[in-house]
């Protein structure tokens, strides 16, 4: 957010652009997954040799692993997201498709999908899931659903997410609405922990992350640009001072089990 240099005033609610933002969205808003998710999961997990974390994106979950594994591998098919993954220790990164892993028989302890797996081909993935698992490893698909505000936002935040950018989604995103209940998932299937995301953010912040959405996208290249700033205007009135952090929370879904 710029800052009020003293000599200006703050723009009216109604008149600012809040989804101009500029094209890091991404790597700036995307929230991050809780440490105690990738404890859980090591501590599953039949030793800690090596994880694949597969559609990693810019790294986020794949960095939480290498504080558990002796070597962990992010994969993603995207030139871009891996060229903006941040150095770690004990991770790397490869460039690759979900159904073809980078990886040898039988060398993966646990492997990992974070907000990844409704777009995999899934019973090619599942297969190179058997090829590359040490006896017993773990697979888990995770995914964040729809996340909450509160109370005095959410209302308005939720018609927006299921009325007016609902029909922007693409097919998939059923998939995560669903907690991927609705997917194949042909393991033992271990309890999964009750987890959550939780942030506090600025409006900024909390609109910068909407920029991240395909959904967004979709509805400014379908010119739907007045729905987006109409949106923000609602959202700023009810939010107050832009500066003032509110919580949002994000139910975290996942399908484990052992291979």
Aim: proline letters at 9%; a neutral charge.
């Amino acid at each position: 957010m710029p800052m009020n240099d003293g000599n200006r005033q703050p723009p009216e609610a109604g008149s600012r652009n809040w989804f101009d933002q500029g094209g890091q969205a991404y790597a700036r808003f995307r929230p991050d997954y809780p440490p105690a998710l990738a404890a859980r999961l090591a501590a599953r997990a039949p030793d800690t040799r090596q994880a694949v974390d597969v559609g990693c994106g810019n790294g986020q979950f794949t960095r939480l692993l290498a504080s558990h594994f002796d070597s962990v591998l992010g994969v993603d098919p995207s030139a871009d997201q891996i060229a903006h993954t941040a150095p770690a220790d004990r991770v790397r990164y490869r460039c690759a498709p979900a159904e073809r892993l980078p990886l040898a028989d039988r060398s993966a302890s646990l492997i990992t999908a974070a907000q990844a797996a409704h777009w995999f081909d899934l019973p090619a993935f599942y297969r190179e899931v058997r090829r590359v698992a040490v006896p017993g490893a773990v697979i888990a698909l995770i995914s964040y659903g729809v996340l909450r505000l509160e109370p005095a936002l959410d209302a308005r935040f939720q018609r927006f997410y299921r009325d007016e950018i609902g029909p922007f989604w693409p097919p998939e995103r059923a998939r995560v609405d669903s907690g991927y209940a609705s997917l194949d998932f042909p393991f033992a299937k271990i309890p999964a922990p009750a987890l959550e995301i939780r942030v506090e953010w600025p409006l900024d912040g909390f609109l910068g992350y909407l920029l991240t959405w395909s959904s967004v996208r979709a509805a400014r290249e379908a010119g739907g640009e007045r729905l987006l700033r109409d949106f923000a205007r609602d959202l700023s009135a009810l939010w107050g001072d832009a500066d003032t952090p509110r919580t949002v929370v994000w139910p975290l879904n996942m399908r484990i089990g052992t291979v």
